[in-house]
């Protein structure tokens, strides 16, 4: 619950940065002198490394350190009313200036072309592209161990940039999770007596929370770039591809509550919303695709759901089936009540009869059949708008 709190009160602490109100003032020192310097740093580091993916670990010093040294001299007692505010302009006004510290971005010269409250509202907004493919490799443990004895301070800092930014869309609860553990591991078994025992203890027992890390991600990813209703299809896309002896109404259900899981939990600040709606999840997928696929029902034996769930993930496209030549939806079904039901529907039989096709093309081919029928449901003539196309 305290870290649940804590990251709640940073990410109003974050949106709230810029907005330069007492009240707001009072929620960043809140945070502030309820973790205290230290966490407060882990956290500015975990949240600006996720934020600024592609920025350099000394770029994003810089921006932690100006982020701590503001709560730290405007957070104390008998501090002038005016301090957050004067403090995050100056800030905003650095961000702006040609010799700027901080994390590149894009946007930034449009922001800056704003002043105020519009401008420091403007680079609030400004976010790095997720990476296409997690960059941070563990080192060996012996490589692990070196680093941390020789700075243990540096070895942490730059661990939470390097993980943080490589799986930058994995949920804040999840990726503070992670990286606590990870540093515990660290710090506990290098001053070990065994320490190979210990990194193996330590690593099995972090193997669930490492799967949600790197799973989430990925999910959360897709998420960030198809919003929910064409995740929903990449679902349904895909599970056609892995079990095509499965109905469009088996599936469906499936896919349309995997976005759900999404859109629920990616930005939720609440402790165990991934885990515990992927879970519920992978427990509803066995149960109905075990009995009609013997891969499922391999993946799904695990007493791990996290496990069985990364399993379902990896699995290969199934071979080519043979089924019966997919029947096209009329012009009047697809200008219907339920034009997109039936346009998902005929998409969802490509994609189980041609098991190669990527995730990429079938999700073009979904945005393009939106925009089709939003072009000719809405002609003078509609079947002559389909039959042209």
């Not at 210990?198 to 991600?217: A, D, G």
């Not at 030549?325 to 697809?334: D, I, K, V």
């Amino acid at each position: 619950m305290r870290a649940a709190l804590a990251l709640l009160l940073f990410l109003a602490a974050a949106r709230a940065l810029h907005r330069g109100k007492a009240y707001v003032r009072e929620k960043v020192c809140q945070e502030y002198r309820m973790l205290g310097k230290e966490n407060f740093r882990t956290l500015t580091i975990i949240a600006n490394s996720r934020k600024y993916s592609n920025g350099t670990f000394e770029e994003i010093g810089h921006l932690v350190r100006d982020i701590v040294s503001l709560a730290e001299t405007c957070c104390t007692d008998g501090a002038d009313p005016s301090c957050y505010e004067t403090g995050s302009t100056a800030l905003s006004v650095k961000s702006c200036s040609a010799a700027s510290p901080f994390p590149a971005h894009p946007g930034t010269a449009e922001c800056c072309a704003h002043e105020g409250l519009e401008r420091k509202l403007c680079l609030a907004a400004l976010r790095h592209p997720p990476q296409p493919l997690p960059r941070y490799l563990q080192p060996s443990d012996k490589e692990l161990c070196q680093a941390f004895r020789r700075d243990p301070r540096e070895f942490a800092d730059r661990f939470l940039y390097e993980y943080s930014s490589s799986y930058s869309q994995a949920p804040l609860p999840v990726l503070l999770g992670s990286t606590r553990t990870f540093l515990s591991m660290v710090s506990t078994c290098c001053i070990s007596s065994a320490p190979t025992a210990c990194f193996l203890k330590e690593k099995l027992e972090r193997k669930t929370l490492s799967l949600l890390t790197l799973t989430s991600n990925r999910i959360c990813s897709r998420f960030s770039a198809y919003g929910k209703e064409k995740t929903s299809f990449s679902y349904l896309a895909s599970l056609a591809q892995k079990v095509p002896t499965a109905s469009f109404e088996d599936l469906l259900p499936l896919a349309e509550y995997a976005a759900e899981v999404s859109s629920q939990c990616c930005d939720s600040v609440a402790e165990d919303c991934m885990q515990k709606k992927l879970l519920e999840h992978t427990a509803k997928v066995c149960t109905t695709l075990s009995a009609r696929d013997e891969r499922f029902s391999s993946c799904c034996k695990g007493k791990n759901l996290m496990e069985n769930h990364f399993c379902i993930l990896a699995m290969p496209p199934a071979p080519v089936p043979k089924l019966p030549e997919a029947p096209e939806p009329t012009n009047e079904e697809l200008c219907g009540k339920e034009g997109t039901l039936h346009a998902t529907r005929f998409l969802f039989e490509l994609a189980r009869r041609h098991p190669t096709l990527p995730d990429a093309v079938l999700a073009k081919l979904y945005e393009s059949s939106g925009k089709l029928r939003g072009e000719c449901c809405s002609s003078k003539d509609p079947s002559a708008c389909w039959d042209s196309k």
